[in-house]
């Protein structure tokens, strides 16, 4: 059983930047391909950036390439989302997850566990 809770959404003008951690219970956090996916209104909740347990693999989605970038400290059971040149339509809840054991990735049904989400909202 692991346990996540996700902090350091908020409010930011355009162009801006905000750094979203996950801090999960457990010591086995390491064993856990970790994800970050987001939800806007009206909309699926999709993947956003994904690491494997010891941080030698990252995957993102293709949106988010070179503007997001996932990590973590598995000394600390935390996985971080550092989100630069932030977008109005970036804006949406942003949950992580941590996958025991799946190739896919991408897709929401490989993880086991959620965070409850933090909200992100970007202005114009």
């Known amino acids: 059983q692991v346990q996540l809770v996700e902090s350091g959404g908020g409010l930011v003008q355009a162009g801006g930047s905000l750094r979203l951690s996950c801090v999960g219970s457990g010591r086995t956090f390491s064993m856990y391909f970790m994800g970050w996916f987001r939800q806007a209104p009206g909309k699926e909740r999709e993947f956003v950036a994904g690491?494997?347990?010891?941080?030698?693999?990252?995957v993102y989605a293709d949106s988010e390439k070179g503007r997001f970038t996932i990590s973590r400290d598995n000394a600390k059971n935390t996985v971080y989302l550092q989100m630069n040149t932030l977008k109005p339509e970036d804006t949406a809840v942003y949950y992580c997850?941590?996958?025991?054991?799946?190739?896919?990735?991408?897709?929401?049904?490989?993880?086991?566990?959620w965070g409850q989400g933090t909200q992100v909202t970007v202005s114009s």
């Open positions: 690491i494997s347990g010891v941080g030698s693999i990252t």
């Open positions: 997850a941590a996958a025991a054991a799946s190739s896919d990735y991408g897709n929401r049904r490989s993880y086991d566990y």
